[in-house]
Nanobody, 120 residues
Framework: QVQLLESGGGLVQARGSLRLSCAASGRTFSSYFMGWFRQAPGKEREFVAAISSRGRTTYYADSVKGRFTISRDNDQTTLYLQMNSLKPEDTAVYYC?????????????WGQGTQVTVSS
């Protein structure tokens, strides 16, 4: 089991940037797939991005492709999400997740979330 803590959220204007971080505890961080999800008010949680255990493979939702970049630092046991060209529709609570397989991220360990608000 890994424990996760997100940070870096906040209020930003449209077309601005933010970088989210997800600090993980535990020695097994480097063996986990990691991902970012988000949930906007009144909407279902949706996948944003994921990255393989060694960072060699990344996955993105079509809605963020080309604007967001997921990365990880296994030495620092930290996951990142660089968000550029933000849009009001990116407003949501962002969560990081960890699991042995990318297909099981939704059933893995989750953080408490960090709020991102993009003003128009």
């Amino acid at each position: 089991q890994v424990q996760l803590l997100e940070s870096g959220g906040g209020l930003v204007q449209a077309r601005g940037s933010l970088r989210l971080s997800c600090a993980a505890s535990g020695r097994t961080f480097s063996s986990y797939f990691m991902g970012w999800f988000r949930q906007a008010p009144g909407k279902e949680r949706e996948f944003v991005a994921a990255i393989s255990s060694r960072g060699r493979t990344t996955y993105y939702a079509d809605s963020v492709k080309g604007r967001f970049t997921i990365s990880r630092d296994n030495d620092q046991t930290t996951l990142y999400l660089q968000m550029n060209s933000l849009k009001p529709e990116d407003t949501a609570v962002y969560y990081c997740a960890a699991a042995p397989l990318v297909a099981t991220l939704t059933r893995g360990s989750w953080g408490q979330g960090t709020q991102v608000t993009v003003s128009s």
